[in-house]
């Protein structure tokens, strides 16, 4: 079994291989409930971070996918609705 710090060396390693900073247009036609559900996944993980290869993602790394949840509310005009959950979801 490898170590974390193994496990994130070699995603670091993949991540930085030939053509992984090339930019891909993704196409996605989803219900809005699932943009929803999504935006809130992703905002979740990057929370608690517990998985070994996000705990080494770099600040950038995270903005930018924080960028693509918010991309994601924006075009599915969902963006006041997730405001007004976390809102009343707050503890």
């Given at each position: 079994?490898?170590?974390?710090?193994?496990?994130?060396?070699?995603?670091?390693?993949?991540?930085?291989?030939?053509?992984?900073?090339?930019?891909?247009?993704?196409?996605?036609?989803?219900?809005?409930?699932?943009?929803?559900?999504?935006?809130?996944?992703?905002?979740?993980?990057?929370?608690?971070?517990?998985?070994?290869?996000?705990?080494?993602?770099?600040?950038?790394?995270?903005?930018?996918?924080?960028?693509i949840?918010?991309?994601?509310?924006?075009?599915?005009?969902?963006?006041?609705?997730?405001?007004?959950?976390?809102?009343l979801?707050?503890?």
């Amino acid at each position: 079994m490898l170590s974390a710090k193994d496990v994130t060396v070699i995603f670091e390693t993949l991540l930085a291989s030939p053509g992984m900073g090339d930019s891909v247009k993704v196409s996605l036609v989803q219900p809005r409930k699932l943009i929803l559900l999504l935006a809130k996944v992703i905002d979740a993980g990057l929370k608690s971070r517990e998985d070994t290869l996000l705990t080494g993602m770099d600040t950038a790394t995270v903005d930018a996918v924080k960028g693509i949840a918010e991309d994601l509310l924006k075009k599915a005009g969902l963006t006041e609705l997730n405001e007004k959950i976390a809102l009343l979801t707050q503890k």
